[in-house]
């Protein structure tokens, strides 16, 4: 018999505004407590895990929501990304709370930026852009312009929607997975500034993906009741690898853990849920949350006993689970 799904390891409440994205920074520290980035309406909050409590507040966003926040290599260096269509990149060493650069996107969608980093020092960030149907990738902290990807004229995908940035390992071409308006996922790649590959995986628009470059394999999911599990071919050609059907309709956010073992999803149905990563097994639905819950993030504790999952909701509430850590 399946045991019953955990209660939260804890809640927390404070933020007085619906949660739209989360980010854990262990940072290298011992012992090994994580610091949580949470983005909502105005503010960025920085939360002590320890204590359960928001440390900082950082107002950098004109009171607009928050809906990407983000480290750059350290736990001090963090961009977020705001509706003000501004992101910023904060300097928060030694208790900091400055912003010291930032860049108008002028999007006025919800698609969050993605980055990655390709060498020491050198990130790479993908962004939507003024012109809806494009994304612009630029190089950190320089703020170079690396190319401008514009879908073919005529090709009628709608605006991006969820971007994701790769490389098969540090020093390799790096590729940019884009889910757009239309339903399609597109593998871009960057130094072509080309579509190489495109695939329609949905009827309705792509909220959401995420990739595993190690086995080549993604997933995406969308307003309807069914999440896309991708792969690329050997010729980096996408190609849908199954399916898989859910009860109830609408993901807002999807992540795979960094050990390649699990997946959590964020649902419009209130709920969380928790997924084999290799077959798809679901393996746990996570039900605290009294509305949509809006983003989904696992810790980067280097101990896998001790690693948690975030959630934030509309409810203004972020549950932090232990699942699965033995695993």
Not at 224 to 247: C, F, G, P
Request: charge should be neutral; aromatic fraction near 8%; proline fraction near 4%.
């Amino acid at each position: 018999m399946a045991l019953p799904p955990p209660d939260p390891q804890f809640v927390l409440r404070g933020t007085s505004a619906a949660v739209h994205t989360l980010h854990f920074s262990c940072g290298g520290q011992e012992p090994d407590f994580p610091i949580l980035f949470s983005g909502q309406s105005g503010f960025v909050h920085v939360w002590n895990l320890k204590t359960r409590r928001v440390e900082t507040a950082l107002d950098g966003h004109g009171r607009k929501s928050v809906y990407w926040v983000e480290t750059m290599g350290a736990k001090d260096r963090l961009l977020s990304q705001g509706r003000d269509q501004r992101i910023c990149l904060w300097d928060l060493a030694e208790g900091r709370t400055s912003v010291t650069d930032s860049v108008f996107t002028e999007n006025v969608g919800f698609c969050r930026c993605s980055l990655l980093k390709v060498a020491q020092e050198r990130w790479l960030m993908a962004m939507a852009t003024k012109s809806l149907e494009e994304v612009q990738v630029l190089e950190l902290p320089s703020k170079t312009s690396v190319c401008t990807l514009k879908p073919e004229v005529g090709a009628k995908l709608g605006m991006p929607m969820c971007l994701k940035l790769w490389q098969l390992d540090t020093g390799s071409q790096p590729w940019l997975l884009a889910g757009y308006e239309d339903g399609s996922v597109i593998l871009w790649n960057l130094s072509m500034g080309k579509v190489w590959s495109q695939l329609v995986c949905h009827q309705e628009p792509v909220m959401s993906l995420d990739f595993d470059s190690e086995k080549a394999k993604g997933i995406s999911g969308s307003s309807e009741k069914v999440l896309s599990i991708w792969s690329l071919n050997e010729q980096q050609n996408l190609q849908v690898y199954k399916t898989h059907e859910l009860i109830n309709s609408g993901i807002s956010d999807i992540t795979i853990r960094s050990d390649k073992k699990i997946l959590a999803t964020a649902g419009w149905d209130h709920r969380i849920r928790i997924f084999g990563w290799k077959k798809m097994k679901p393996l746990a639905v996570l039900d605290y949350h009294t509305a949509t819950v809006h983003c989904v993030a696992f810790s980067d504790h280097r101990n896998p006993s001790e690693r948690l999952l975030a959630a934030g909701s509309k409810d203004h509430r972020i549950s932090v689970w232990s699942i699965y850590a033995q695993t």
